[in-house]
């Protein structure tokens, strides 16, 4: 399609992440940068957590309110994935208003560009829209003929878009597995990014500190995970530090001997503690995991519970002998640290590589240079 307006204007791009913990946001990072690199104008559309992490990076972008999914989740391990399922309607309407919103948006601002972090509803013809997803191959707990079809369900929304961006690598060493590499990929043109992170190893950094903690998610199982961390933390008199996740929030927990506790870090900040931290204890997320690993951090990844996806990729690099894994409701923090130590990590490094991103980015922006043109 093409468009009247100046041939010398930046292209403008929205940048959406989900809701569901800060990972979306985080591995946002990166591509708001390298658009940013490339001469664009960005715009990002998010609320609640997202939209503060995202301002507190870039606080001289556009922001514009866009209601999330906000999916809730069970304190109860048996019943989270049932209860996500109910949730599906919600889902749906979300996808609905989602759409209407950017049909209104896109009357009132130009787009070039969208880059929709999971976030089904944010397409529209005549501007280039891209979707973001690691798990082409959605796990439930619910069975393969209940993947087959969310899996069908899944690719139906994504060859709506014009390109799918998968944040991983095309090669057998990988570290979404089989999630980013079905047997069969939607029809959508789908490019593989590389590995999206925001952390840079600092080469002349000296280990500070033995624990690095790293936490966030929806809750109540953010909380759940916390509290358990915190009485292991307790109980052992194990030294750490301590992130919340929680970057809309200004109090902290009673402190405890030896323990530093954190609401947020920026990037920068976050880039330096990781750097002089020996084991990280996080959630088995995806951004954790692609911020982490190339890092040579030893990891103790504890999955939501429920959380299929989780659950597959702590186990998926468990095997690999890359990272120490342990269910929530039985885990010894102890244990997993003595563990943790003898972990032998790969240089993973190389895979952090922008060429993959920027490349994808410069084929998006000739595609649309071409068009109005």
């Not at 996500?84 to 889902?91: A, D, E, H, S």
């Not at 120490?324 to 032998?344: E, N, V």
Request: hydrophobic share 40%; net charge positive.
């Amino acid at each position: 399609m093409k468009s009247n307006r100046n041939a010398n204007a930046k292209p403008t791009v929205l940048v959406v992440p989900l809701d569901w913990g800060l990972g979306h946001a985080t591995r946002c990072i990166p591509i708001i940068k390298s658009f940013l690199s490339a001469g664009c104008e960005v715009i990002i559309a998010a609320e609640r957590g997202q939209c503060t992490l995202l301002e507190m990076e870039f606080p001289n972008l556009n922001f514009v309110n866009l209601r999330g999914y906000r999916l809730n989740y069970s304190s109860s391990t048996r019943l989270t994935g049932l209860k996500i399922g109910l949730q599906i309607p919600k889902i749906l309407m979300a996808i609905n208003i989602e759409q209407r919103w950017l049909k209104a948006f896109a009357k009132q601002k130009h787009l070039d560009v969208i880059v929709s972090d999971n976030r089904y509803g944010l397409h529209l013809k005549g501007i280039y829209s891209i979707f973001i997803t690691h798990q082409l191959a959605i796990r439930t707990p619910f069975g393969h003929l209940i993947n087959k079809l969310i899996r069908k369900i899944n690719y139906a929304f994504i060859n709506r878009f014009n390109k799918c961006w998968v944040p991983d690598t095309v090669s057998s060493i990988n570290l979404a597995g089989e999630l980013s590499h079905p047997s069969t990929i939607p029809s959508a043109p789908v490019q593989y990014v590389g590995i999206l992170s925001r952390i840079k190893k600092i080469k002349e950094s000296k280990i500070k500190n033995s624990i690095l903690i790293l936490i966030s998610g929806p809750e109540p199982q953010r909380t759940i995970f916390e509290n358990l961390l915190v009485l292991q933390l307790k109980q052992n008199n194990i030294p750490a530090i301590f992130v919340r996740g929680l970057p809309a929030t200004t109090e902290l927990p009673d402190s405890i001997p030896n323990v530093v506790f954190l609401n947020h870090l920026s990037s920068p900040d976050l880039e330096q503690v990781v750097n002089e931290s020996e084991i990280i204890i996080s959630r088995s997320g995806y951004s954790t995991i692609m911020e982490m690993l190339p890092l040579g951090k030893k990891c103790i990844f504890i999955p939501t519970p429920g959380q299929t996806e989780q659950e597959y990729l702590a186990a998926y690099l468990s095997k690999k002998n890359w990272v120490c894994t342990a269910h929530q409701d039985s885990f010894s923090l102890p244990a997993l640290i003595k563990k943790a130590t003898a972990l032998d990590i790969p240089d993973l490094s190389y895979l952090t590589d922008s060429l993959l991103l920027e490349t994808a980015i410069s084929e998006v922006l000739h595609n649309i240079q071409k068009n109005n043109s």
